[in-house]
């Protein structure tokens, strides 16, 4: 049955919601926007916009996400998704198409299987570094200098264990650190392989909210987006470049001080997006329907 005036948020409600959603964006975005105008690149932040394809426009745009009814009778931000059935506001049902009800079952499947396998704390970072073994000259962001040097760089993963189980980190090991790895993810074992303690993993959860876009609400998209924030951040204060410069202090850990430090930081960060990932499958299981 079509939602009707009354069980539909009233629409000072929702345009308070959006306007505290586009305050939100704009705060977390402003060092972005910033650096663009002048042309300026940042080997942190960049990555969440150039490695995740979204642009700043698209986090901004509201939506209430699937199945919910405003209050209204014209579109808030003039985008086509929305339906207008008399006063009342919804995503249209053409956005739940085949395309995007299979983009919500991989994505509810994949952060079920997520949830529900035991974190691990062991792996220390070391997907960055083993992005430069021995290859120190080629490394992606040359314009940073190797806090050790590249023998210093290279000594720390052939001295430690690596254990990477994310698929798009892997992928990016240099030949001579591929070997070096306890696993060996493909693409094909996503499900099988990505587990709750992977600071990479729960940096997708950005991507994966912003794939369902109009889909999940705008809020979900949002928490996500700063999670990924602050586990980029912590990913590159662990990375082997020196980035004291843009006042990032290194978490040390080819030390057991560094160590302990970066497993705490990537315990919290685990913390703060379980929740993400539980509202995520419910808006996936709202999509499916039942």
Not at 68 to 84: I, V
Not at 118 to 131: K, Q, R, V, Y
Request: aromatic letters at 8%; a positive charge.
């Amino acid at each position: 049955m079509p939602p009707t005036t009354a069980s539909a948020e009233p629409r000072l409600r929702w345009e308070s919601r959006r306007a505290d959603h586009h305050a939100r964006v704009d705060r977390l975005t402003a060092a972005r926007r910033a650096r663009a105008a002048a042309c300026l690149a940042h080997p942190v932040e960049d990555f969440l916009f150039t490695y995740y394809p979204f642009r700043i426009g698209a986090l901004r745009r509201w939506s209430p996400g699937w199945g919910a009814a405003l209050e209204g009778a014209a579109a808030p931000e003039g985008e086509g998704w929305w339906s207008c059935d008399g006063a009342v506001l919804r995503v249209a049902e053409a956005e739940r198409d085949a395309t995007a009800l299979r983009l919500a079952r991989f994505i509810r499947d994949l952060c079920a299987a997520v949830a529900a396998r035991p974190a691990f704390h062991g792996c220390f970072g070391l997907h960055e570094w083993a992005m430069v073994y021995r290859s120190a000259e080629a490394r992606r962001h040359a314009a940073w200098p190797l806090r050790l040097g590249a023998e210093g760089t290279d000594a720390v993963v052939a001295s430690m264990p690596v254990r990477c189980g994310h698929f798009d980190a892997f992928r990016f090991f240099t030949p001579e650190a591929r070997p070096l790895n306890r696993l060996q993810p493909d693409l094909a074992g996503r499900l099988a392989n990505e587990q709750p303690g992977c600071i990479h993993v729960n940096m997708d959860l950005y991507k994966w909210a912003m794939k369902l876009r109009q889909l999940v609400p705008s809020e979900l998209a949002a928490d996500a987006f700063d999670l990924a924030l602050r586990a980029r951040e912590t990913d590159m204060r662990a990375s082997p470049y020196d980035l004291r410069a843009l006042g990032l202090e290194p978490i040390r850990v080819e030390t057991p001080e560094g160590r302990a430090d970066y497993e705490a930081a990537q315990r919290a960060l685990a913390e703060a997006a379980a929740p993400i990932r539980a509202r995520l499958i419910a808006a996936c299981d709202l999509i499916l329907g039942p």
